[in-house]
């Protein structure tokens, strides 16, 4: 059974919706165009952090 317990539904919510705006745009800037799953978007376009600092933090 997965469970996630927020403070905030509404802050989750619209986290989720910036990081996958900021997403868009930066494949849009690499060039990609046409509709995209969640699956599809590379885990470094969702994060603030360096690909450095997550393949350090995941792998």
């Known amino acids: 059974e997965f469970g996630?317990?927020?403070?905030?539904?509404?802050?989750?919510t619209s986290s989720?919706?910036?990081?996958?705006?900021?997403?868009?745009?930066a494949l849009?800037?690499?060039?990609?165009?046409?509709?995209k799953t969640v699956l599809d978007i590379p885990p470094r376009h969702l994060s603030w952090k360096s690909q450095e600092e997550l393949q350090k933090e995941v792998l």
Not at 16 to 25: E, G, I, K, P
């Open 4 to 12: 996630l317990t927020l403070d905030s539904n509404p802050e989750f």
């Open 16 to 25: 989720v919706l910036v990081a996958y705006a900021r997403a868009a745009y």
């Open 28 to 35: 849009q800037k690499e060039g990609y165009t046409g509709a």
